[in-house]
């Protein structure tokens, strides 16, 4: 999980231009290619012709469809990042009127969800007191976002749940690493959207990489003392085989990711609200799966 983290997080090099590149010369093969299969179709069995040139129709429409939610869900992620770098400046600079425009971009940005309706008004009846920055901020942050980081932590504990019993129970090592991967990319989309930005492939892949560099940035991406707490403590870890221990390792490890994934997702800083532990994370999400070894 380190390695990948450490590749998916390494600078773009001169070679960003290669795939691009390679992309537009491969669109235009293909788009020849099938000019020239149509017209001969059509020329030797109009019928076949006009149904393969329909064909050809709705897979255009399908695949501009794609792109469409490709860059929407860009733009998604775009605004978020764009909430988080305001939100900084506001309170950096202490200006109000900044601070009051962000609350009402984020009010509007989650008006379409019907579980934040109540935090909704709470947050529009309590911004007309506050003159200070800082305070509008981080009112807006426990108003909005209580309930999706609510939400988030679930993911992220069921998450560490399936990884950490998929290691313990699967013998095989290939098979639980991929477990493990397609789990924590799972958690990372799923977070995503719970914060409104719904990735698409590429998206989603750009999300990917931006957890990673979180991870190495602030140097995570190793045990820290919050996660060996989690692992080492109490008298049921020490009872538990090898595989089971490594389960817990890997949940704590999956755990890690999904708490960058949520300062990735999270359209502000940590401030008002705590910042998720992996050892509460890891301990919820371990209670039902260890609850047999605790009784005997």
Same mark, same amino acid.
């Given at each position: 999980?380190v390695r990948?983290?450490?590749?998916?997080a390494?600078?773009a090099?001169?070679?960003?231009?290669?795939?691009?590149?390679?992309?537009?010369?491969?669109?235009?093969?293909?788009s020849?290619?099938?000019?020239?299969?149509?017209?001969?179709?059509?020329v030797?069995?109009? &019928?076949? %012709? $006009?149904? +393969?040139? !329909?064909?050809?129709? =709705?897979?255009? #429409?399908?695949? *501009?469809? @794609?792109?469409?939610?490709?860059?929407?869900?860009?733009?998604?992620?775009?605004?978020?990042?764009?909430?988080?770098?305001?939100?900084?400046?506001?309170?950096?600079?202490?200006?109000?009127?900044?601070?009051?425009?962000?609350?009402?971009?984020?009010e509007?940005?989650?008006?379409?969800?019907?579980?934040?309706?109540?935090?909704?008004?709470?947050?529009?009846?309590?911004?007309?007191?506050?003159?200070?920055?800082?305070?509008?901020?981080?009112?807006?942050?426990r108003?909005?976002?209580?309930?999706?980081?609510?939400?988030?932590?679930r993911?992220?504990?069921?998450?560490?749940?399936?990884?950490?019993?998929?290691?313990?129970?699967?013998?095989?090592?290939?098979?639980?690493?991929?477990?493990?991967?397609?789990?924590?990319?799972?958690?990372?989309?799923?977070?995503?959207? &719970?914060? %409104? $930005?719904? +990735?698409? !492939?590429?998206?989603? =892949?750009?999300? #990917?990489?931006? *957890?990673? @560099?979180?991870?190495?940035?602030?140097?995570?991406?190793?045990?820290?003392?919050?996660?060996?707490?989690?692992?080492?403590?109490?008298?049921?870890?020490?009872?538990?085989?090898?595989?089971?221990?490594?389960?817990?390792?890997?949940?704590?490890?999956?755990?890690?990711?999904?708490?960058?994934?949520?300062?990735?997702?999270?359209?502000?800083?940590?401030?008002?609200?705590?910042?998720?532990?992996?050892?509460?994370?890891?301990?919820?999400?371990?209670?039902?799966?260890?609850?047999?070894e605790?009784?005997?």
């Amino acid at each position: 999980m380190v390695r990948m983290a450490e590749l998916a997080a390494r600078p773009a090099t001169g070679r960003g231009w290669l795939w691009p590149t390679a992309g537009a010369l491969l669109s235009l093969v293909v788009s020849v290619a099938a000019y020239d299969y149509l017209s001969g179709l059509i020329v030797r069995s109009p &019928v076949v %012709g $006009a149904a +393969a040139l !329909l064909l050809t129709g =709705l897979l255009a #429409l399908l695949l *501009v469809g @794609q792109i469409v939610r490709e860059l929407l869900a860009f733009r998604r992620l775009a605004r978020i990042d764009r909430f988080r770098a305001e939100a900084l400046a506001a309170t950096s600079t202490a200006d109000t009127a900044a601070a009051v425009t962000l609350s009402e971009k984020l009010e509007t940005f989650y008006a379409g969800r019907p579980e934040l309706q109540w935090s909704r008004e709470t947050l529009a009846d309590q911004r007309a007191g506050l003159l200070d920055a800082d305070a509008l901020v981080q009112l807006t942050e426990r108003q909005l976002l209580t309930p999706l980081d609510a939400a988030a932590r679930r993911e992220i504990e069921a998450a560490a749940r399936t990884v950490a019993a998929a290691t313990a129970l699967i013998p095989i090592a290939l098979v639980d690493v991929m477990a493990a991967a397609s789990q924590n990319i799972r958690m990372i989309r799923r977070i995503a959207e &719970v914060y %409104g $930005a719904h +990735a698409g !492939l590429f998206g989603s =892949l750009r999300l #990917l990489r931006e *957890v990673a @560099q979180h991870l190495l940035a602030t140097g995570a991406v190793a045990v820290g003392d919050d996660m060996i707490g989690s692992m080492a403590g109490g008298h049921v870890f020490a009872r538990l085989s090898r595989r089971f221990g490594e389960g817990v390792v890997n949940g704590a490890l999956t755990a890690r990711v999904g708490i960058a994934a949520m300062e990735v997702c999270r359209p502000l800083p940590f401030a008002a609200l705590p910042r998720p532990k992996v050892s509460n994370l890891i301990g919820r999400a371990l209670t039902g799966l260890f609850q047999g070894e605790r009784r005997s």
